[in-house]
């Protein structure tokens, strides 16, 4: 592994501070806080850089060990929960929940399939649709893999107070609404119903 760039440090270091982000307050306007508020909120967005940084490194591990792509580990995951729940799922509820066409559900249901991943079987009461289900193999592999790591996020929230967890709560939600996609019209322009093309399979 190569030395660490100062320079390439010293930028990473600085990512999530609004100074560094907005000097001439352009995005901001901060004149009513504090230098001291102003620390205290780079800390807290900083910390939320980390987790998403920890989770994009589990995501692309996760990817690598089972050699599938994002689409279909958020396809897999979508089948253990329903299978934990007995739904019964068919290729439109899993289109509608990765939000691609019919025919890339379709493309990416058989690659599933021919990995031995998914078993396809008539609908009890539907007999246009198919359900479609996890293997054992594969829903033992992921649980006991990825699955067993992305479950330590329980414990930190475990370890709040109930009054905690309760700010945490308001507050990812109060975060999650700032940037919802609907509040941005540029983000409509040349949009494709299949997504971003890194969730195809690497």
């Keep these: 592994m190569s030395a660490a760039d100062p320079d390439a440090t010293s930028v990473s270091s600085s990512l999530y501070n609004v100074d560094s982000n907005d000097p001439e307050s352009a995005l901001i306007d901060r004149s009513q806080l504090s230098t001291e508020e102003i620390a205290e909120i780079g800390e807290v967005m900083s910390a939320l850089g980390r987790l998403r940084d920890a989770e994009q490194r589990l995501s692309d591990a996760s990817q690598r ?5 994002r689409s279909d580990m958020r396809a897999l995951h979508f089948l253990i929960v329903a299978r934990h729940r007995g739904t019964l799922v068919t290729a439109s509820a899993i289109a509608s929940h990765l939000g691609i066409s019919g025919p890339s559900t379709t493309k990416l249901l058989d690659r599933l399939e021919a990995g031995g991943h998914i078993e396809r079987a008539p609908h009890p009461s539907d007999r246009r649709a198919l ?29 709040l107070s109930p009054k905690e967890r309760r700010v945490v709560i308001g507050f990812l939600d109060d975060m999650s609404e700032q940037i919802a996609l609907r509040h941005a019209a540029w983000t409509h322009e040349g949009q494709h119903s299949d997504g971003p093309a890194s969730d195809a399979r690497p």
């Design 65 to 69: 060990y089972m050699k599938l792509g």
């Design 131 to 159: 359900v479609i289900s996890i293997t054992d193999e594969t829903r033992e592999s992921a649980m006991q893999t990825v699955g067993r790591l992305q479950a330590k996020r329980f414990h930190a929230a475990a370890r």
